[in-house]
């Protein structure tokens, strides 16, 4: 069975902390995203990566920073949390020639930052 | 600027038909995606389309106009399981998709 794995499901966290999450998938997918998900608006996209050490800036990057040193693995860092960067976070994963559009996601992580 | 747009909330009754309309405005448009969400689960594909006409999938198809820039998923014989969020997307001319806010389903017995 084909699994997106988000390292925490819940967290919550101080203003000015640096936080990381983590999300691995076993597909041997080339593509990997992250976006989050916050009520009444749609999955904004915050950088995504098509390989290996490559990353390109999706819709919302700022304050956000993210590393792909392995294929499977796509983290995302908030250099800095701040208040407004609660939210629910999904991390997502594709074939290259995924043109049918269809990503796997992972189940999420909700970060409160207080 | 690109928007998709489609209802809040949506209340149905067990064993009826529901129909989840979208309607969208993109730079340019290289298929329509529906997902169902769960609470608290990852969002999970159910269909794509990219010409118009209708696409069954059991009980779940899926409808595209391009040239009205809409869709519906229409889903029968409903059960409790499907009371979910239903997430319409556009890839757009640059394969990025564009994501509406979502549908929540309720379904009553």
């Known amino acids: 069975d084909v699994k997106v794995t988000q390292s925490s499901r819940y967290l919550v966290k101080r203003t000015g902390e640096k936080v990381f999450l983590e999300c691995v998938q076993d597909?041997?997918?080339?593509?990997m995203f992250w976006y989050r998900q916050d009520p009444g608006l749609g999955l904004r996209l915050i950088y995504f990566?098509?390989?290996?050490?490559?990353?390109e800036k999706g819709d919302i990057p700022e304050g956000y920073s993210v590393s792909r040193e392995k294929k499977e693995r796509f983290s995302l860092i908030l250099e800095s949390a701040s208040t407004n960067q609660t939210s629910m976070y999904l991390c997502a994963s594709s074939f290259r020639e995924a043109v049918t559009g269809e990503l796997f996601f992972g189940e999420g992580s909700r970060l409160t930052v207080l | 600027g690109q928007n998709i747009d489609q209802p809040t909330e949506m209340t149905a009754t067990e064993g009826a038909i529901v129909q989840i309309n979208c309607t969208y405005q993109t730079s340019g448009f290289n298929g329509l995606f529906w997902y169902q969400q769960h609470a608290g689960e990852a969002p999970t594909f159910l269909s794509y389309?990219?010409l118009d006409g209708l696409e069954e999938k059991g009980r779940f198809s899926s409808f595209l106009s391009r040239s009205k820039g809409y869709s519906y998923l229409l889903l029968k014989e409903l059960q409790m399981k499907d009371s979910a969020s239903y997430l319409c997307?556009?890839?757009?001319?640059?394969?990025?998709?564009?994501w509406g806010a979502g549908t929540k389903l309720i379904i009553k017995p």
């Open positions: 597909m041997d997918h080339e593509n």
């Open positions: 990566s098509y390989d290996v050490k490559m990353k």
């Open positions: 389309n990219v």
């Open positions: 997307a556009v890839m757009d001319s640059n394969y990025q998709l564009i």
